[in-house]
């Protein structure tokens, strides 16, 4: 159990006022909000620590060094990986982007086959998509069920020889679905496809380790779990780190250089050109202690309880129509809904007269709503420091944002 | 709750001249594809002015809303003055629109001006 009130104090966002009212965030899995422990550490490192990585031979720049690694060694702990294989990147799209890219320079030639599928945010689509034109592959979506899982009979039909990338996300950022990443990695690796998971919706809120996942790649950004914005998280399965070429290219990921030619460092570092985001990584370690701190299994249960409540109030109100899985176990810790009849903006314009924040639009996940038959939608997502008493809020406003426009 | 002044409640609720012209001479269609919002105007013109109007649409009470009173705005208005007309009177009719709704709320007018060239 968690002690909600002193760890609400952690957090002092969650102390100002939203039009007038007391701040009801329910928009974490946009962006969750940070913990005085993470914003300090990072005011912390500018006050007293910063200096360049990997250059100085001064004491100042050894310190910031080490800090900047040992904070890859507290996020490779935190998934189960080695530090070798963490590459901090900008965020979720970014390493997606990396993946991508390397993935074209290694594995995918003309007349191949990328799937992805139906329920995939923008930034696990366009990259693929663009891979697909420019080598000339096919790009494949999973199509999604009524129930909102993957169908998974139309994945295996999909699979073939030339599979050679299969992308999906953990936990759909719209539906709330958990994706069997393990079952669907073991049908793509007996094909000698890649899998790349998009976890930015699922590594802030369950415990995932990378070796139990069963995955190759996966991206995460931290600002999504209480770290700061520009860091994220690319782990890579070493072998694929080692096949590789670097994405950028430039100072710090280099042996040697010649004006012709050069010689790449090591992974990670062979993936980190230029100065990195060096407080930001520092800052997400703080996340990322702060969490398990905690404890992850805690985090879940919090989510899900949350979850369940919104799931069960958003059920009993016929004016609400939901999407993805109903049941609160198979879900991670979001709800995407709509009013009947009622454009998602005007709700949510109207819950923030009220102090509550949700998200209403297309979620960066146009072709899945496409595929719900929405222009958009409403989300409410839940992170570890809401309340029970803020999701019956959001329910009791939802009724009077109905009385208001119906 | 709502900072939605009486007026787009209303037209919201009972838009005006909602439906289809049999015979327009002017046609502007405005959608924003990041929403759904979707207006077009049709315009019947007689003596350079405004004889009739309909719209028709989908999209947040704000968008739809003003498309209504927007019909209401430039009937037996000659096509000069609207071609002059400024946000600010759509804006003030609708009695002030959030700073975050704004786009949603010319987006009527901005059918409208489609409309006059086409
Ligand atoms: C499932 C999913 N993938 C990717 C992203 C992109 O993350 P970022 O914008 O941090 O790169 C997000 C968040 O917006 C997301 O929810």
Known sequence: MMDLAKLRADFPILGRLENGKPLIYLDSAATSQKPIQVIETEARFYREQNANVRRGVYLLSHEATELYEAARRMVAEFLGARAEEIVFTRGTTEGLNLAAWALGETRVSLGDRIIVTEMEHHANILPWQELARRKGAELLAVPITEGGHLDLSAFRKMLNRRTKVVALAHVSNVLGTINPVGEIAEEAHRVGAVVVVDAAQSVPHMPVSVKELGADVLAFSGHKMLGPTGIGVLWAKSELLEEWPPFLTGGEMIREVWLDRAVWADPPAKFEAGTPPIAQAIGLAAAVEYLAGIGMPTVNAHGRELTALALEGLQTRSFVEIYGPRDPKERGALVSFNLKGLHPHDVATLLDQEGICIRAGHHCAQPLHRRLGIPASCRASFYLYNTREEVEAFLAALDRVWEALR | ?118
């Open chain 2, 1 to 118: 709750m709502s900072p939605y002044e009486e007026v787009i409640l209303d037209h919201w609720k009972n838009p005006r001249n909602k439906g289809r012209l049999s015979d327009p001479d002017l046609v502007g269609v405005e959608v924003n594809p990041l929403c759904g919002d979707a207006v077009r105007l049709e315009l019947k013109v007689a003596d350079g002015k405004v004889a009739d109007v309909r719209f028709d649409g989908h999209g947040c009470a704000i968008s739809q809303a003003a498309a209504s009173l927007l019909t209401e705005l430039i009937q037996g208005r000659t096509l000069a003055e609207l071609r002059e007309m400024k946000d600010e009177e759509l804006l003030s009719a609708l009695g002030g629109v959030i700073q975050t709704r704004l786009n949603c709320a010319l987006l009527p007018l901005r059918a409208l001006r489609k409309a006059l060239k086409s």
